[in-house]
């Protein structure tokens, strides 16, 4: 054995430091110990004087599984799922005609993204509920030769139709740039490529540009949806019992305003972990083939710091680890 091997076996190997990773972690486990505390304490009543859960946590029990917020809460994945399927149709459509060369197509869908995201949809929705008094009949066709296509009575379109038609439409807008920006992303080579083997432009759209722009698409895309089902709220407004239209009905009755905020709360966190969870895996599926590295599951990077703090363990001297 060499000096130099003999010196190698002598080196104690001791980790590195980090006095700031302690504090801090130290900070957050005290802030957590905090909220954990306001979560489980009790104050006087104002009224009777008897201790009550700071937080209501009897009412929130008592109306977090009842018949009104689950027909609420299903009202609400109604909502969110038919406005953002229409909303990515619209706006997948509105995308390719943004970027198309022609001036017909491109300037009505500038014109269409312009308003809709210009405009809050607050607005839009108490205008789509009203606009029956406006337009009592929508009528599609040709005007001053009296040749109609298609015609729809406002006049008759209900609360949660109105409120549909009006997420849709402003959703379609948002999602218009977000596939846009997606489909600019694929470099113009892989369009030309599919042109010189003779594909369509339809087929260079579906088959090489629209796969290669969901990586891009697919984060936003699911932002939007966590968001739409948090703007389904304000349809609330023109008497439709969503989820946060039950919880005002309620509230009005038994005047447990904060209770019932704390309930619906804890379904929407509910569902957008859902919704997180299939996000991740979605991107993790379009993540394939690309020049980074497919995301880790939760599963696998709990059992990747697993095995770090093995590691890190087995390096301490034999008298740290006693």
Avoid at 37 to 44: A, G, K, M, V, Y
Avoid at 118 to 133: H, K, N
Avoid at 189 to 198: F, K, L, T, V
Avoid at 256 to 267: F, G, K, Y
Wanted: glycine content about 8%; proline content about 4%; cysteine-free.
């Amino acid at each position: 054995m060499s000096a130099l091997e003999e010196h190698a076996e002598n080196i104690e190997v001791v980790p590195v430091r980090h006095p700031g990773r302690i504090v801090a972690g130290v900070a957050m486990l005290v802030l957590f110990l905090m909220f954990l505390h306001t979560l489980i304490s009790r104050i006087p009543d104002p009224q009777t004087g008897a201790m009550i859960w700071r937080f209501r946590w009897n009412i929130i029990g008592q109306y977090l599984f009842s018949s009104l917020i689950f027909h609420g809460l299903l009202l609400t994945i109604e909502l969110t799922v038919a406005a953002m399927a229409a909303g990515i149709v619209l706006g997948v459509v509105i995308a390719v005609m943004r970027i198309s060369h022609s001036r017909l197509l491109s300037a009505p869908a500038a014109g269409y993204t312009w308003f809709f995201r210009g405009t809050p949809v607050y607005v839009q929705i108490l205008f789509w509920f009203a606009a029956g008094t406006l337009y009592p009949t929508l009528t599609l066709g040709v005007p001053f030769v009296h040749l109609t296509v298609f015609t729809f009575h406002l006049n008759h379109l209900t609360a949660v139709e109105a409120g549909i038609v009006a997420l849709s439409l402003n959703e379609g807008a948002y999602m218009a740039e977000i596939a846009r920006a997606g489909l600019i992303s694929v470099d113009e080579g892989q369009m030309e490529a599919a042109s010189s083997i003779g594909m369509k432009r339809v087929q260079t759209l579906r088959h090489v540009v629209l796969p290669q722009a969901m990586r891009v698409i697919i984060p936003p895309t699911g932002n939007e949806v966590i968001s739409m089902l948090k703007t389904t709220s304000l349809v609330s407004t023109i008497g439709v019992y969503e989820l946060a239209g039950v919880a005002n009905n309620i509230s009005a009755q038994n005047f447990e305003n904060v209770a019932l905020l704390e309930t619906i709360s804890i379904w929407y966190l509910a569902v957008t972990t859902v919704l997180s969870i299939g996000q991740f895996y979605l991107e993790r599926h379009f993540a394939k083939g690309s020049s980074r590295a497919t995301p880790e599951t939760p599963w696998q990077r709990l059992r990747s710091d697993v095995r770090g703090i093995r590691s890190k363990w087995r390096l301490l001297p034999t008298g740290m680890t006693r």
